[in-house]
């Protein structure tokens, strides 16, 4: 285990520093035969892509995917996908003060103490860049799931302290990524932008949520014990950058009520009335929708002037540069749709293994 | 990955279910040269013990862990170590009516859509029974860890909506233990064992919050990316019966908080003022105490009339039988600190393998 | 990695030393509904055990094993199985001696160098008992191969340089096992046992050579580049006590030979004419009979005096004693033939996981 | 596990089609702050490279590495480092006649059986061109390795029938490495060369052997029971192309060897006498050198007509085109030192973890 992996029969490693020359990664254990189709993919690449809107970061990164190895006559053969994307606007100098200073409730601080050593410039490997490569992989995964029938649809729920409350349908994903903050209601968009243009005027930034709801998951998938559906949905969702937090179906709320009420009692075609275990019971798939949510925290790089300290623990003064985001969540839900989809595909095939 | 086995170079694979013969597992990578305190384990493993408390189930199971392998004259030998603890108080009998009925939000249901087969007594492998070998190996990592100044303190801060809202130091864990909920104050201790009474009169159950804080962990451990510290102690914690959410520090408060607030700045030795981070930053710790919390449902098994289907997708009504448990979540806090300390103890030999 | 594991999809783990009160193990991944014939799995341990022949060491063990989990009226659960064989007759005393000293050829020194630890007594975990927890796994992986129509034969085909050198074919299984040595001939069986029960009388030991040949493995079956089946096979082997060698097809043969008469060429069903290949070609079978060789060195016990250190590097002179085999190749068989079913299991079904 | 991935704590992952845009691979663990020499490590992939010399394939490739990230100002960061080679010579068309023809002893049959389709030019995946990547890996652990006195030499000792019989001492790498073949003698390279020569006019191939010495390595290496370091080693050198047996030590000689004469005895520093055992006892290493030897079976491609099958099982005729070599072995040196340094050092560091 070196940290930089993911998966089991499915497997993605991930290489690249934030202001080195690429990116990329090796997808491991896609089945031989499938038809990608390369513009919806690169439409999940935009979805994260800086600059796409007004109120992400502005970098401009094309983020052109090109594949280098196991895709032969636009079908897979089987063998690692190799890829990379490059790195375009490395804006360096924006960084040369950071060099030695640990920027607050970033990365630096750990990494040199992990590593003595840092690429210093964005914060290197520890940079959100890196899931663009895991969004590569996870258009890959969710094209072959929907050829399963299995749907990832995520979207946010929650900018600050404006939640969504409605009732979630897919047939509401095209509203709410018709949306630059990619929620599901044109009403609730208005107010989560105007939220986050104030607080980037303020050079401050906010936190949110993101709920993930997967149909068509069949009955059976998940290990038992360890290796539980959830925990493993939940350890993919909580390395992505900014996220503090996983509940799955009841969640935290769960913890005020009874039994009586949050037991899901079956129908009589073996689904359930209600779905407070979010899909999974005892770690496996019950065939109800998976459904869970992600916190996120506000971004750590805000425009205001901090006080810190460098690599002697000397104090020094940092003032915001560069271009960042204020709230990070509309460009997270393909990062948070691509790792669900690597889940679900890994243990797809795992559970497959067994069939007689 | 076949779901029973966890870590890397610390594993732990288990076996056995609820009414077999025994329960069990093999601890492999436990450096060599420890001297144990079996005296201490045994403690632990009384803490989950049924029949320990009037809140917890009635159970007779006296869990006496023998040891097989991996320890000769008191000391680890760097070897597997085998153990195992055997079921005595098996009432199968009661659990003959489940042969065929699936129960509400238990785990019966998609073990049989996975597997075809199960043991139906007790849940089988999906019963919490199982922690009894997570405890066994977590005792054995928490006590090298304590010899390496990291101490693991769980304890319950919530049960339905009775909130512990104290501030956290070691001083408090004899206080939490000495009571039977394992909550750090007198008081709300008799407020939430009285709840628990009334809610097992009504044949029901109840949620409930841990917190664990985890301190003397050195800056520095922990990997980039996809195995993040707080991203394994995510799983850890979710493949824990009966969880529904993990958070870390801020969790999910950090949504509605601003950058300028959520920042934790630096002190002057290297540490924060604040530690919303929870101990963690870029999935590397950063030397302040780890802190998160786990949210678990209300158990399953309700002494209450329920409504369900059988095997062939038939109507039954299941009337609630057995010894369980109106709330698990004080018998959990040695869980929550065994799978702790086995993440806690895998992630420092990895660090410790880099050491020049 | 902590060494005692075995295995993806499949995954054997293993404990246990020479002389303490039990070896065992946990087997992972075994699919539900499959029926066991407990009867047969006893004769595999029998076939490994010593006091089965007047060639092997008299040590008494009954080595009957006990399932604790993982299988409910007489079928498998797809749970783990848990399982564990009593060590009976364990005369620490002969080894007392050998508490501080190194044995030439044995890991004493080396575990000693490693652990600091060890437990002296008969090899400790070193010790080719462990094997028996292998044998019970492997049984397990033989017969549901069989019933996939995959059929393992291991037989000696070497003892010193006594060569069997005939063509085998699976009906020769029943003359092989009918001999003490293992090989399929009774004329060779003769001259061999001969050969065991001089050396022996020297206070002595000799090595020896397995062949084995897998027949009825479907194309396929295999995984490109680092975990090629032959590779895989190859590792499973040499972690086999004793073993120096492995090849496969052609082997050490093969320097020899030219491309122009090594090529296995086609027939017009897709079989090859020859089988230089050994059943497997760029790391994937190709539907002819796998078909291998492990070399075994001599036993490192031997009943003569040797020169060696102890602990303090100061010369301490060790005299045989205890009960040992002149000859470990006849009990090797179905240890080979478990490890083998073991691989074979695990990459059927990762290639299992991929069918559409 | 999907093939592709090698190692535990060094984990190298690769991609790449042997005609398609470039091979690359990430390899993930390397500690930080390591200074790497690249004209050193470029000389690595000298060795390997086709060209090189008159009796190796002609095929032109500059295989100039390009690090796409993991190393900042010439130093390792300990983040993964990721890397490529572009594919410059492809020509494809020499294997136009191969897109439905399998060659016979290649990998076409077997990749077609288990993937349904395949990239069928110059073998695509399954081209020992991807070993490249292996070379680049290698070549950054062995400068680690250097770094902490262990040094490994692999060198070419047999052609077809010629074999060389002399004693090993690192002295004599200059030598070797200074004939085209990579023996270190110049009368027999001579005559191997000459040998190699001969076989090419025929449009034959021939196999050869590789050893390998490995000085330096401290007792204590490797872990008990599956994953024994001759095991891995073992692995890892039957993952390598063409490769078709491994013996360590007395290897497929002891099985003609008494105990008496093969059992190493001590000397009074804890070294030994002879090294039958390689190095190695019960799968850890004794600090004496680690002594191996590799199998290679002659190249499947030759220049001369072969009858096969194509992919409806007809009959066709392959006559033999594009670029070969007669002999791969010299060219193999690399290879191998390349994966033993990156077993040496994953095992180093799973060591290194348990240090107090």
């Given at each position: 285990m070196a940290g930089s992996g993911f998966g089991t029969l499915i497997r993605l490693s991930t290489f690249g520093e934030s202001h080195g020359k690429a990116i990329g990664g090796i997808l491991e254990?896609?089945?031989?035969?499938f038809t990608l189709d390369f513009d919806e993919l690169q439409k999940d690449l935009d979805r994260r892509r800086?600059?796409?809107?007004?109120?992400?970061?502005?970098?401009?990164?094309?983020?052109k995917v090109q594949f280098l190895s196991g895709i032969f006559d636009g079908k897979t053969l089987g063998t690692p996908i190799g890829f990379l994307v490059e790195n375009e606007d490395q804006r360096s100098a924006d960084y040369s003060e950071l060099e030695k200073a640990f920027r607050p409730s970033h990365a630096d601080f750990t990494y040199h103490q992990k590593y003595?050593?840092?690429?210093h410039r964005g914060g290197?490997?520890?940079?959100?860049?890196?899931?663009v490569s895991r969004v590569v992989a996870g258009a890959i995964a969710k094209q072959i799931l929907a050829q399963k029938g299995i749907r990832i649809d995520a979207f946010v729920d929650q900018i600050g302290s404006l939640q969504w409350t409605g009732e979630w349908n897919s047939g509401l994903k095209e509203l709410s990524e018709s949306t630059v903050v990619r929620v599901p209601s044109l009403e609730l968009a208005g107010k989560m932008e105007e939220l986050i243009r104030e607080v980037r005027k303020e050079g401050d930034t906010i936190g949110g949520r993101i709920r993930c709801v997967i149909e068509g998951v069949p009955a059976g998938l998940g290990e038992p014990v360890f290796d539980k559906l959830h925990a493993e949905l939940g350890k993919a969702m909580l390395s992505i950058n900014a996220v503090k937090g996983f509940e799955i179906g009841?969640?935290?709320?769960?913890?005020?009520?009874k039994g009586s009420e949050h037991n899901d009692l079956f129908t009589?075609?073996?689904?359930?009335?209600?779905?407070y275990s979010g899909g999974i019971q005892g770690g496996i798939s019950n065939g109800m929708p998976i459904d869970f949510r992600v916190a996120f925290k506000p971004?750590?790089?805000?425009?205001q002037s901090q006080e810190t300290i460098n690599e002697s623990f000397e104090p020094v003064s940092l003032s915001g540069k560069g271009r960042h985001d204020p709230c990070v969540v509309p460009r997270a839900v393909p990062i948070v749709e691509a790792m669900a989809a690597l889940v679900i595909l890994d243990y797809y095939l795992i559970q497959n293994s067994y069939r007689q």
């Open positions: 254990g896609i089945p031989a035969g800086p600059g796409q809107s007004a109120i992400v970061t502005q970098r401009k990164e094309s983020d003595g050593a840092r690429d290197g490997r520890s940079s959100a860049r890196e899931t009841s969640g935290f709320d769960s913890i005020t009520m009589s075609d073996g689904k359930t009335k209600t779905n971004v750590a790089t805000i425009m």
